[in-house]
Every structure is written in C-alpha cells, then in structure tokens.
C-alpha cells in the first residue's frame, strides 16, 4: 500500500531553513528589521499602502474591528460558512456577531443575506473569501458604504486572489491573511493586515505591542531612546523575525505556489466533471482564485454512503481530507447562546453535508493528484445508487 497522503503539508525549502538559521545567529529573534523588511515586501507585492505584521490572522482581524472602532453593543455581519476566528474576534470587541447563510454554489457569504442581516448597530461586515475565491466585493461595499459600515475581509485563504483584477488586499476597508501552518504561505503562525489607511494601520501597529508608542527595534538600537509611552491598553501580537525569516522566502515563492494549485484545479475539475455524483467547485468571472482549498459537493440521492463514509473510505486508502467548514451554527456554542437553528441557515446546513475538502498544494506530485482522482472515482463507482 502506498504511504498516507496527508490533507496538507508545507512547502519549506532550504532558502527559509537558512533565512531562519541566519536569524537565530544573528541575535535579533523577536520584531526587528527582517519583520519590516517582511512587511515592505508584502505591501508592495499585495500593492497597498501598508501592511502591519501579527502573529496570527485572528489578530489581524481583531485589530482591524478594534481599529475601525467596533466596541460594546456594536453589531458585526460574519457568514456562518467559516471558521472560529472570524466570529470569535467579535466577540473580543463584546459586540455582537450576526451570521448569515452562504451560496450554495460558491459557499461564498449570501449578499442578499447581508442584506436583510444590517441593522442600525451594524458596524462592520466581514466577507470571508471561502477556498480563496473572491466574495462579491462591488455589492458589499456598495452596500457598506452607503450606510456607513466597515468592510474587513478575511482573506485567510486568498492569498494570492484577484477581484476584477484587483489584488485582494487592496479592496475593503481592512484585509487579514494568515500564514498558519496550512495555508497558501507560512510562518508556522503569523498574520498580515492590509490597508491604505494611515490612521488605522498606525492603530493596528500601537495596539499590537502593548499599546506602546514606540517599537523594540526603536528602543534597543544604538539610534533608539529607551522612552516610551503607553497610549492605551494593547495586546501581545507581534510577529517573530524568525517567523518573518520563514516568510520572506514564501512570499517570493507564492505566485508559484498558486499556480501549482491552479493546475491541480484543473486536473481535479477536468476529471470530476463528467461525474454526476460530484459536484466541482464552481467559479464565478472576472476573478482569480487562489485554490487554498478544493471543496467538492457529493450528491447524497445519488450515492448508498454519506459524506462521513466517503472521508473513511477515503482514509482507508490513504488519502487525507478534511472538511470546511463545520458551520458556526452548528456548534454548542452558537447553539446554545443564539437562537439560532438549522433552519436559519438552509443552504450551509444542507451544504455542509456534502462538501469534502481533497489535497490540493504544491508539496503533492502530479502522481498525488492521479492518485487520489483514482480513488475517489473508484469509490463514487463502488457506492453510486
Ligand atoms: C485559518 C483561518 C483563520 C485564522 O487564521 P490564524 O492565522 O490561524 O489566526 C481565519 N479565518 C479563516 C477563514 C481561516 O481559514
């Protein structure tokens, strides 16, 4: 039997495994002058005016809400289709996450819903741009400005994605990508948030590091002072230079990386198409996607297994596979504090019975690929009704 085929691993080369090494020797390890240079690098390859550092998305985006002024009683629209951190940042802030329900075709959040979903509380939206597909971002913020709401996208999967062209991270009010372990770069853990805002990055910077108003590198070198002053209460979410190390050599890699996902789109598309029982990703114009995720819809009438079976059989001959996302509705806590049920989100309730999460990143060969096509097409045979 061929060895397991793991859901995800990360593309780490000599040139990180040496930008690390010459970081741990140079004796700077935390937020220093490989993090600017990280930042700088990231601004202009996203093309936005700055790009602040963190050590996670979750804080990225909990910063963003906290700089665009999200407090107490505030309202904040999340789709339910995602995963914990989008929601649980609002509730950092104590304001108020509203979910709403997602498309059935691109699992992206329903703009319609977002509609009836504003209130006079609402403060700030955030899209999540699902599997690294573009949410509608022309209606959103059409939406959002007219009535004065923020928009904070969750690009943890969209990085690199385009929206008309346009790069995303230079769209809403605020964008956040991640860098965790599994995503489309790395840094282990780490986050970047994007704006063109002076105002707010400067915030986002200052809240990052106890609220001082002075960085380390300021502090410490001999051009630095040891003053500093504490503007307001901050929080401890600053990003490693040995994590920075790790980035730089990804960010550089990253457009490559895309299209080795591209590819594997591709042949995944070209091989499910013809197979009534899965449904493919379906993508809409004018956009690029960044293929951090390859989600495929069972049809459940037409197969004798669920999709739970599906992943076993699947696991059974080695492959790895995962599911995005268990919708936040659906769990004890959102069940259990909201009034929430099934019912008030038909099509991520329905969706996600049927949607498996199959390998897709650079690290896998083509033969991966063939492999895992191989087996999924043989176990729709074996189970189909
Ligand atoms: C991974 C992920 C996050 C959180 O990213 P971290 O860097 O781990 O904090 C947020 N939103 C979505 C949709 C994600 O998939």
């Known amino acids: 039997m061929k060895p397991f085929l793991p859901f995800h691993l990360p593309d780490i080369g000599e040139e990180e495994v040496e930008s690390v090494v ?67 940042v609002v509730h950092y802030c104590r304001a108020l996450p509203i979910l709403v329900d997602c498309k059935s075709d691109t699992l992206n959040i329903d703009v319609e819903a977002i509609e009836q979903a504003i209130s006079p509380k609402t403060k700030a939206i955030i899209p999540v741009h699902f599997a690294g597909q573009p949410c509608e971002m022309d209606r959103i913020l059409d939406m959002a400005q007219s009535r004065n709401i923020k928009v904070i996208e969750d690009a943890a999967h969209a990085l690199p994605a385009k929206y008309q062209g346009k790069m995303i991270g230079t769209i809403g009010d605020i964008t956040c990508f991640s860098f965790y372990a599994t995503k489309t770069m790395t840094t282990g853990e780490g986050g970047m948030a994007t704006t063109d805002n002076s105002e707010w990055a400067e915030r986002m910077r200052i809240l990052s590091l106890h609220g001082i108003s002075r960085d380390a590198v300021n502090r410490y070198t001999p051009e630095g002072s040891w003053y500093y002053e504490i503007s307001c209460p901050g929080y401890k979410y600053n990003l490693t230079d040995m994590a920075s190390a790790v980035g730089i050599p990804q960010l550089r890699k990253c457009r490559d990386f895309g299209k080795i996902r591209h590819r594997y789109a591709t042949l995944y598309n070209e091989a499910f198409k013809d197979i009534p029982e899965i449904i493919v990703p379906y993508v809409n114009k004018d956009i690029e996607h960044a293929w951090h995720l390859y989600v495929i819809q069972l049809d459940l009438k037409r197969l004798r297994i669920g999709r739970d079976e599906m992943i076993n059989l699947l696991k059974e001959q080695g492959i790895g596979t995962s599911v995005h996302f268990i ?50 097409t043989r176990l729709i045979q074996d189970y189909r009704r």
């Not at 700088?40 to 985006?61: D, Q």
Request: charged share 20%.
């Open 22 to 88: 010459e970081t741990l020797r140079s004796g700077w390890l935390t937020t220093g002058i490989k993090t600017k240079q990280f930042e700088k690098e990231f601004a202009e390859w996203v093309g936005t005016s700055h790009a602040v550092s963190l050590n996670s998305c979750t804080a990225a985006l909990h910063l963003a809400l906290e700089a665009v002024g999200v407090t107490a009683g505030d309202e904040v629209i999340v789709p339910t289709m995602t995963f914990a951190a989008t929601a649980e």
């Open 327 to 376: 919708p936040l509705h659906l769990h004890p806590y959102y069940r259990n504090n909201y009034t929430y049920t099934q019912e008030s989100f038909p099509v991520a309730s329905q969706v996600f019975k049927r949607i498996i999460s199959l390998p897709i990143y650079p690290k896998m060969t083509d033969d991966d690929v063939q492999r895992v096509i191989g087996v999924v």
